[in-house]
């Protein structure tokens, strides 16, 4: 049974449009669950229908910030050091959700402050994690650390989640982790990434943008186009990491829809589409899912797809009845976006995806817009 290094739950959810599958590990590090859906008979179907979407270009990865926890830091030992440290003086169960501890630092500081403590601690954490295998990290950069850090864990993984998403054809990749982890990956597999950020509020609305310095750009597997939806850590400015920020971007989005750009949204509501790296429970995934992907409910475009969703089972230490929550969660995501649900982590996705394209022989369409 393979054990995992963090206590910290990972989430990740892939909802290939529409193909769900769900991830789940216990805060205690032990795995009581079978990586798959509830109804295993239905494991090999999906996963070939989502490995087919993405060998012919026709899925949209929407890319979490725990997609690689031992990379990030985990959100929660972050929120809960920085409670500890600066008498975080609300509510205990709080104290483990990022954004509301750095609304509190917002306030009590201000608005940059959160912003570069985020950074600082991310970097020394990454220190921390990885001097022991990786030289001179102390001279470093945040995101000079990632590249470093990220090239070491996709040579030695063969089922790194960046390094498999990275390989696929697929046109546009979505991601709320602001790291470069994925830029990078692509790269490695000899693409040329466009990054666009998502101009969340108008104080952004000066930023340079692709599709004005190339009105004729259209994503391709060559050259994808990487939407940063919640900021990027090169620019701190840009970063969705309060409460306040998170109210902001779904206020802004509702109201002007062209804030995500159109060929975006066109990948969001025809293709399928694969979380992952999310929690559930975060006000990050709860932003994304009520802005994005639950107002495109009933587009007769998203209904020619198989939708899929994947989740970690629910933490022991949280929940209850963790076997009631499963089957709610099941019911909810059925329900409101007709997604299916994979129970495992990223990688173990990731692997039986792997295996899904080797066996494949299916010659891939590469599907540009």
């Known amino acids: 049974m393979q054990r995992w ?25 032990r795995i009581w669950y079978v990586p798959g859906f509830a109804d295993e008979r239905d494991t090999a179907e999906k996963i070939e229908a989502i490995a087919g979407y ?12 725990q997609l690689a926890e031992t990379r ?81 864990e996709r040579a030695r993984d063969p089922f790194d989640p960046y390094r498999t998403l990275a390989a696929q054809p697929l046109p546009i990749y979505v991601t709320a982790n602001a790291s470069n982890m994925l830029s990078e990956a692509l790269i490695e597999a000899g693409k040329q990434p466009v990054i666009e950020l998502c101009r969340w509020n108008e104080d952004l609305d000066r930023l340079p943008s692709i599709f004005e310095r190339e009105p004729d750009y259209r994503p391709s597997a060559e050259r994808p186009l990487l939407f940063h939806l919640f900021g990027s850590f090169d620019q701190p400015e840009t970063l969705v ?34 979380f992952l790296g999310f929690e559930l429970e975060d006000i990050g995934f709860r932003t994304l899912f009520h802005s994005l992907i639950k107002p495109l409910r009933g587009a007769s475009r998203r209904r020619r797809y198989v939708q899929i969703a994947g989740q970690l089972m629910p933490r022991e230490d949280q929940v209850l009845q963790p076997d009631r929550a499963v089957r709610y969660l099941e019911a909810y995501f059925q329900d409101t976006a007709a997604i299916s649900i994979f129970w495992g982590s990223p990688r173990d996705f990731c692997v039986a995806l792997a295996a899904q394209l080797a066996e494949s022989d299916r010659p891939r369409r590469r599907r540009g817009f």
């Open 241 to 274: 990491l309060t409460e306040d920020d998170y109210f902001d971007f779904l206020i802004n989005i509702a109201a002007e829809r062209e804030r995500i750009p159109a060929i975006v949204r066109d990948a969001l509501a025809d293709s399928a589409l694969l």
């Open 72 to 152: 990030l830091g985990s959100s929660r030992m972050i929120a809960r050091m920085w409670a500890e440290r600066y008498r975080y003086p609300m509510e205990d169960y709080e104290r483990e959700q990022l954004a509301y501890v750095a609304q509190f630092l917002s306030i009590k500081h201000d608005y940059r402050f959160p912003r570069r403590s985020l950074i600082e601690t991310l970097r020394q954490s990454l220190i921390d994690e990885y001097r022991d295998v990786l030289p001179d990290l102390d001279r470093l950069d945040l995101l000079d650390l990632y590249r470093t850090v990220g090239r070491y």
């Open 5 to 29: 290094r963090w206590p910290a739950a990972r989430c990740a959810i892939c909802l290939i449009t529409w193909m769900p599958v769900l991830y789940s590990r216990l805060k205690s590090g």
């Open 54 to 65: 993405m060998s012919d270009g026709l899925c949209t990865p929407v890319i979490g910030p």
